[in-house]
């Protein structure tokens, strides 16, 4: 093989290889992970805001044509914020986009992600994931106060 | 090389049929552009729906156009490297079962029964005949590629030491991967979702319908990309004046994507609930990997390129880049290959960022995504696509080609109304704008309390872009079916131009046999789809649903 | 024509291409680094 293309695919590798790490730091370090994955189970096709202590809640959404359930959810700033999603119908999306969190809700499936509100404001959450005629009106808030 | 007929007629119609059917997927991209700005901010435009629109857009342009051209353009590099034809069985049998099927398709998503997208997930349902056209549309095009293997035996039984050529191997790299990749889609359709929407059986597994359609689904883009990369290595050289830098490297490349294309289908399933950490961890490694044969086709085809600038004088650094045949009518394809890969550069580095575990989660079904599709399937790939059609379909049926200036600008205009639309979609997208959505009914409508004013920006750019994009295809389609309305001049021929190599290069073994390369790509799909349909099974269940996209009712009603 | 040619071939080292691809994965660095941040910052 030619050297000077090797060097090329040294050089690419190379780069991907930090991207790897930048990655991998961020899950460690700043726990920034992907939704997990929980056995499905009935009771978290119940929608539910439960809050566990000052500073940490549970937060239960079920997606379904064309809303969550619940729309809107008040919290303290600071909170950290566990969220369980499934879906009772067809497959949506749930996009906090000013937190980053984007997870799918998959009927027959439960997804989690937790994070942490340290700013006071409204964080709105969209349906991402094309779920019939009534897609584009499936919104919600978290009000952070 | 001239043809029979009967190949000569299969070419024709396998270009123009889903070219005419282009016609209508062009249109329907345009018109989303509309709605999404909140230019139309209602349901449906002359009897389509936003959604409807959006079906037809992404099956006629991303399964019917590349799948036929794939097919059309395997036939031409057949005939032209080889100076045989494949069996008459094969490549009638393959037009008739992929015309009916995409005939059906483009039937149901008319009449409005197929409106699921063109990724159909269960369970919003589409007509079973909607499934069953599709999975004929792909195993038609299992059949051309069955075809070519006689005269690949017949080529190599008469030259017996000479080296597959660049063209064959990327050509039987492609359909391998997609013949391997299909078969969990064509289960998925015929086995899963079928009898589901006949109401044969009342329960789907979601998440499991899903891993089998990215299964597909990724390689699926490769299939798309491969063909040009065929082009880029063998055909771009000589047209620009060069000779291709090192064939060792092009095999390379092509072996390379024949075992990381098809493990890495996980990565469109980054955000989904019943697949491990740890799965879409080790997924992530094998997507970083499969953008190395993409680096090195970047560094091999700028190699080439800067050689054929360098034969004309150029001097320095990148001044080669310069002086190449921009513009010139009498080399229009050189436009149609050097506007896709400037958009590739682009489409490449967001698919990384795509790709890369944990920060999929900032772009996942935002508008990011189609942004970064748009530099890529209707980048490089289409573009391909549309100059090899005009150049295939001249020389099979003999009629002129008129119109050269506005041929070669075409690819030009495409590339600026491109960055437009992929501009826009991706800032967007990082503002949280979803993909496959009608904001103009709700987010982008200033009346409705769901407006997000920094949405109107980024979707405006992006309907800007779309309308240049389709000022380009309104002059393409009258360049293309000007010529198909002509009557013929000269006789039928197939012939490609040919890139010499720059080096006299020493054989690799390994990179001259697919064997090898089949066994270490069934090795890696197993180490990411063995744990992951295992993982689908532990977290995930069937679920007694079915719906229809205009409906919130469950159509299959529980008994209790 | 074939002499000159060989001559070219032989002598031939990709350097302006070599300077391409630095430029090209210096793009990458700066688009994936630049998502990067917004995630860090908004998480």
């Known amino acids: 093989m030619d050297k000077y293309e090797l060097r090329a695919i040294a050089l690419s590798g190379g780069l991907l290889a930090v991207f790897f790490f930048a990655v991998l730091y961020n899950s460690y370090s700043r726990n920034l992970d992907m939704p997990t994955c929980l056995p499905f189970e009935k009771t978290f096709e119940k929608s539910e805001v439960n809050k566990i202590d000052d500073n940490l809640y549970e937060v239960y959404i079920v997606a379904h044509m064309w809303a969550f359930d619940p729309e809107e959810i008040e919290i303290p700033a600071g909170s950290t914020v566990d969220f369980y999603l499934t879906a009772k119908d067809v497959v949506h999306g749930f996009h906090i986009n000013e937190k980053g969190v984007n997870m799918m809700a998959v009927p027959g499936t439960i997804n989690k992600i937790t994070t942490r509100f340290d700013s006071p404001g409204v964080y709105r959450f969209v349906c991402n994931e094309f779920c019939g005629q009534g897609h584009q009106n499936m919104m919600g808030k978290i009000i952070v106060r | 090389m001239t043809i029979s007929k009967s190949l000569k007629t299969t070419i024709l119609i396998g270009l123009a049929m889903p070219m005419s059917l282009f016609i209508l997927g062009a249109y329907n991209g345009v018109m989303q552009t509309l709605y999404r700005a909140g230019v139309l901010q209602r349901a449906a435009t002359a009897g389509i729906n936003y959604y409807q629109g959006l079906t037809m857009h992404g099956v006629i342009n991303a399964i019917v156009l590349t799948t036929f051209f794939a097919v059309m353009f395997g036939h031409f590099t057949i005939v032209h490297y080889l100076q045989r034809e494949p069996p008459r069985w094969s490549y009638i049998g393959s037009l008739v079962l992929m015309v009916t099927g995409a005939t059906i398709d483009l039937v149901v998503m008319v009449l409005g029964k197929a409106s699921a997208l063109y990724t159909f997930y269960a369970p919003l349902k589409a007509s079973a005949f909607f499934y069953i056209g599709t999975a004929m549309l792909i195993i038609g095009s299992w059949i051309a590629f069955a075809g070519w293997l006689k005269p690949w035996r017949e080529w190599k039984r008469e030259h017996p030491d000479e080296k597959m050529p660049i063209a064959i191997l990327g050509t039987f790299v492609n359909f391998t991967m997609w013949f391997m990749s299909s078969i969990p889609v064509i289960y998925e359709l015929l086995v899963l979702l079928t009898p589901w929407a006949m109401g044969t059986t009342d329960t789907v597994h979601v998440p499991l319908t899903r891993t089998l359609f990215w299964m597909f689904g990724h390689p699926l883009v490769y299939f798309w990309i491969l063909p040009a990369y065929v082009g880029y290595y063998t055909i771009l050289p000589k047209i620009a004046g060069g000779k291709l830098y090192s064939g060792n490297a092009a095999r390379m490349a092509f072996l390379l994507f024949l075992v990381l294309s098809t493990p890495v289908g996980v990565h469109h399933q980054l955000s989904e609930g019943a697949i491990s950490g740890g799965v879409k961890l080790w997924v992530s490694v094998l997507t970083f990997a499969v953008s190395i044969p993409s680096f090195m086709t970047a560094f091999t085809v700028g190699a080439s390129l800067e050689y054929a600038g360098r034969r004309r004088g150029a001097r320095g650094l990148l001044q080669w880049m310069k002086k190449l045949p921009w513009l010139r009518a009498d080399n229009y394809l050189f436009g149609y290959f050097i506007c896709g890969l400037i958009l590739f550069i682009f489409g490449g580095l967001s698919g990384i960022v795509n790709g890369s575990y944990t920060l999929n989660q900032l772009v996942h079904n935002t508008g990011w995504v189609p942004g970064h599709f748009h530099m890529t399937v209707a980048g490089p790939s289409i573009l391909f696509i549309l100059g090899l059609t005009l150049y295939m379909f001249h020389e099979v049926s003999g009629k002129p080609l008129h119109m050269k200036l506005t041929i070669t600008i075409i690819p030009y205009l495409w590339m600026i109304g491109v960055a437009m639309l992929s501009h826009g979609l991706m800032a967007g997208g990082l503002m949280g704008e979803p993909r496959r959505t009608n904001l103009g009914m709700s987010y982008t409508n200033p009346d409705s309390p769901m407006f997000n004013s920094h949405w109107v920006p980024s979707t405006t750019l992006t309907m800007v872009g779309g309308i240049v994009m389709g000022t380009a295809a309104l002059l393409y389609f009258i360049c293309f079916f000007r010529m198909l309305f002509s009557k013929p001049v000269a006789a039928a021929r197939v012939s490609l131009p040919e890139s010499e190599e720059l080096h006299e290069e020493k054989d690799i073994p390994l990179l001259l046999t697919m064997k090898p390369w089949v066994v270490i790509c069934l090795v890696l799909v197993a180490t990411t789809y063995v744990p992951t349909i295992k993982n689908v099974f532990k977290y995930g269940k069937p679920v007694k649903n079915q719906y229809q996209m205009e409906n919130p009712v469950n159509i299959i009603q529980d008994e209790k | ?43």
């Open chain 3, 1 to 43: 024509m074939d002499n000159k040619d060989n001559h070219t071939d032989d002598n031939f080292k990709p350097y302006g291409t070599i300077a391409f691809m630095v430029l090209l994965l210096i793009l990458t660095a700066i688009v994936w680094f630049s998502v990067y941040k917004i995630q860090i910052d908004r998480a």
